[in-house]
């Protein structure tokens, strides 16, 4: 059975750092497309950043130059380095992944950016 498990979320001001994680277990995510989402009450689950197996990237524009996204094949992992954190970044963080079995979703990390 595959499961994604999210860690990292907490506590963080504004202006502060934070890195989220994303183990798989249950396959192995080489050359799979995975992302991460986010989700804040009373809004919709949106795209922050997605990565192709290739390595390509792909952000979403209010998380543009202060996100990264990255993967560590070996170790079955992939990761959101956040920077320069907003208030408005307060989210429910999930880890996403995508391949033939169809959207696999981990059960989230929350992330709360406040003074």
């Known amino acids: 059975q595959v499961r994604l498990v999210e860690s990292g979320g907490g506590l963080v001001q504004p202006g502060g750092s934070l890195t989220l994680n994303c183990t798989v277990s249950?396959?192995?995510?080489?050359?799979?497309?995975m992302g991460w989402f986010r989700q804040s009450p009373g809004s919709q689950r949106e795209m922050v950043a997605t990565m192709t197996g290739g390595g390509m990237t792909n952000y979403a524009d209010s998380v543009k130059g202060r996100f990264t996204i990255s993967r560590d094949n070996a170790k079955n992992m992939m990761f959101l380095q956040m920077s320069s954190l907003r208030p408005d970044d307060t989210a429910v963080y999930y880890c996403?992944?995508?391949?033939?079995?169809?959207?696999?979703w981990g059960e989230g990390t929350q992330v709360t950016v406040s003074s």
């Open positions: 996403n992944m995508n391949d033939w079995r169809g959207d696999i």
């Open positions: 249950g396959t192995i995510i080489r050359e799979t497309y």
